[in-house]
């Protein structure tokens, strides 16, 4: 059902809605205080929290964006909401590439690493600084860096981790903006409704009023009413006059005996 034009206004209140998330300015400045590990799985987590609210914001009501979001479900962790965001077309190719290095470079910090690193496979890790730069180089930042040796360098990786975070949140809450919340299909009941009142006071809107009469049971009433919707669809598609449509349908009843 479609919504009214006051809801399609009224801010989204969900569990995934933007009401207590922090903008990306926000998060650089609590990262401040954040060891680098802190910084890693804070900004991962934030990139996550902004993937659900995108998911959200395509969900048909307000309980089923929270029931799908929530871990166990089908959109319940950074990995699903990736996979979905990109399936919707809410996300581009080089953005669902950034969201899994983060996702890497966050697993690596979250996770023990058994090759000998233990818990210390942060921004000083060789696999950590290559991600990082191929980050600084897929959103094009490497070109402010004349000497591209100083993008390995050991003290910038933080802040290239950041810049390249901060520049992706910022394109998926410009993207929540263009987004609008899907509707559910039209109901039989609705779709003759809304034919009725479109054809008022035509001999089609007329042939409608008279299906309704000639079937008292509202189930075959709404089941011969969408038999003419079809044949007025078909009809209009051929420029076919409504005197004809209503023709058309009444020879419909006459072949098959009705």
């Given at each position: 059902m479609s919504r009214s034009k006051k809801q399609e206004n009224t801010p989204y209140e969900s569990e995934y809605s933007l009401r207590d998330i922090p903008d990306s300015d926000a998060i650089l400045?609590?990262?401040?205080?954040?060891?680098?590990?802190?910084?890693?799985?804070?900004?991962?987590?934030?990139?996550?929290?902004?993937?659900?609210?995108?998911?959200?914001?395509?969900c048909v009501s307000n309980s089923l964006a929270d029931?799908?979001?929530?871990?166990?479900?089908?959109?319940?962790d950074f990995?699903?909401?990736?996979?979905?965001?990109?399936a919707l077309g809410l996300i581009r190719e080089n953005e669902v590439k950034a969201l899994r290095?983060?996702?890497?470079?966050?697993?690596?910090?979250?996770?023990?690493?058994?090759?000998?690193?233990?818990?210390?496979?942060?921004?000083?890790?060789?696999?950590?600084?290559?991600?990082?730069?191929?980050?600084?180089?897929?959103?094009?930042y490497d070109r402010l860096v004349p000497d591209r040796k100083m993008?390995?360098?050991?003290?910038?990786?933080?802040?290239?981790?950041?810049?390249?975070?901060?520049?992706?949140?910022?394109?998926?809450?410009?993207?929540?903006?263009?987004?609008?919340?899907?509707?559910?299909?039209?109901?039989?009941?609705?779709?003759?409704?809304?034919?009725?009142?479109?054809y008022e006071g035509s001999v089609i809107g007329e042939r409608l009023l008279l299906i309704k009469s000639e079937h008292p049971d509202p189930h075959e009433a709404t089941n011969y009413s969408m038999i003419f919707r079809e044949i007025i669809l078909k009809g209009n598609e051929f420029s076919i006059s409504p005197e004809l449509i209503v023709a058309q349908y009444n020879k419909y009843l006459v072949d098959n005996n009705i």
């Open positions: 400045e609590m990262l401040k205080e954040e060891s680098d590990r802190g910084a890693i799985l804070i900004f991962g987590a934030y990139l996550e929290e902004l993937l659900g609210v995108l998911i959200a914001e395509l029931s799908i979001l929530k871990v166990g479900t089908p959109a319940g990995d699903s909401r990736i996979l979905l965001a990109s290095i983060i996702q890497r470079i966050r697993n690596k910090a979250a996770h023990f690493d058994r090759s000998g690193r233990g818990f210390n496979v942060l921004f000083d890790s060789d696999i950590t600084v290559d991600q990082i730069v191929e980050l600084t180089t897929m959103f094009g993008l390995r360098n050991r003290s910038l990786i933080r802040s290239q981790f950041q810049v390249a975070g901060h520049h992706l949140a910022t394109r998926l809450l410009m993207r929540r903006l263009t987004l609008k919340r899907i509707t559910l299909p039209q109901s039989p009941e609705e779709q003759i409704a809304e034919l009725t009142k479109e």
